[in-house]
């Protein structure tokens, strides 16, 4: 049992300035209790807290560190910039443009790109641009999917705000509710029925087309073709949010596993490398509407700066040229297969989804197509479980509803001890 004195020393302090002690809600351990843990350094596929104990890391900063934290190749370029370039200019720079047209050469959709601050950023820009081009108002998302915090996502939304049991927020206006319409994942005719209850009304269809924010739920091939030919026939414009599983289930992330094209696509965490970094992009004929070109108005203070550039760039380029995709498939079927061994010798049957190098153990037998079937899932046994990967030095997302990262620095090694202790940890959460 690690010792977290100094984690419950800082937390409480922490709550006198920061509200709930945290700057992001799901890191509050509210879903499944204790205290937050405190880290105080990261590098590869390892953390430890403020208190000296060590852990394997498996949320990877939610999604960022595919190549593990602290890379020495991202680490140097960032000296580099340090030392030689400089933090923020507010001006233009080369390495904006070097970045866009990695990005167009890599995600299948994108002809032209803009880099913005956040996740968040990104999805808020791609539905203006999409309310924009369209002159229409309403947007479809489906139920769990989160898109970051902006108004418009935050109805039924998934991540932290299904971990809080708070998928609708106050502050939201009833007007940007009602241009908010909620399909079922994995459903057509969900979608198919809101279209025509909603005719000529929708600017835009935005999806995970590998949800990570209800744990992890990979859309259907024919449920995403589907889509994409009742966009086309409708005129509405299709937003791939690739924000966690772009370049993390491919390098051309989910868009070239299912090869259909999005008409924007949004983009964050990886391509960032661990520092702020966002984008959007798509099609010339909607890009071209973003300001100054055009009269979609976006804009940012930091975007496109060198450090956050640095980082992200250089990981772009290590993926590229060390395409790890193949030994992170491997290691997610060894971590895949030996938790299968264990529930068997468990008699339990629990759900698993993959994708790639992303997962979700999930507490229900159902299996897990949406939300309504992810949310069959006890979340009580998962904070059991939780707890006891944590006391065994193995940390994991903090919630049911949220994925599980392996990096190309976790070791077989690593792999091993983590089935060691989820066997154990699953007899923690009770049969
Ligand atoms: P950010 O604004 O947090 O950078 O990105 C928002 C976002 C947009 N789209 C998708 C598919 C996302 O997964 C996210 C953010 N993901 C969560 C983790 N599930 C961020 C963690 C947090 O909120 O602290």
Redesign the pocket.
Known sequence: MPQLTRSAELFEKAKQFIPGGVN????AFKSVGGTPVYMAQGSGAYLTDVDGNTYIDYVGS??PFILGSMHPRVTAALDYTLKNIGTSFGTPIEMEIEIAELLCKIVPSLEMVRMVN??????MSAVRLARGCTGRDKIIKFEG?????GDSFLIKA???ALTLGAPDSPGVTRGTALDTLNATYNDIESVRLLVNENKGQIAAIII?PV???TGVIPAKPEFLSALRELCDNEDIVLIF?????GFRVALGGAQSLYGITPDLT?M??IIGGGL?V?AFGGKRKLMERVAPLGDVYQAGTLSGNPLALTAGLETLKILQDENPYPELERKAVILEEGFRNNMKKLGLNYVQNRVGSMSCLFFTETPVVDYTTAITADTKKHAKYFHSLLDQGIYT?PSQF??MFISSMHTDEDLEKTITANYNALVASGR
Do not use: F, I, L, Q
């Not at 956040?118 to 999805?123: F, I, K, Q, V």
């Not at 999917?145 to 915090?149: I, L, R, S, T």
């Open positions: 992001s809600p799901v890191r939610w999604g956040s996740g968040t950023e990104a999805t999917c989160y898109h970051g915090h998934g991540s932290g995970e949800a990570g924010n949010d690739e924000v966690m599983c949004t964050g965490k702020p966002g997302a949220e994925a």
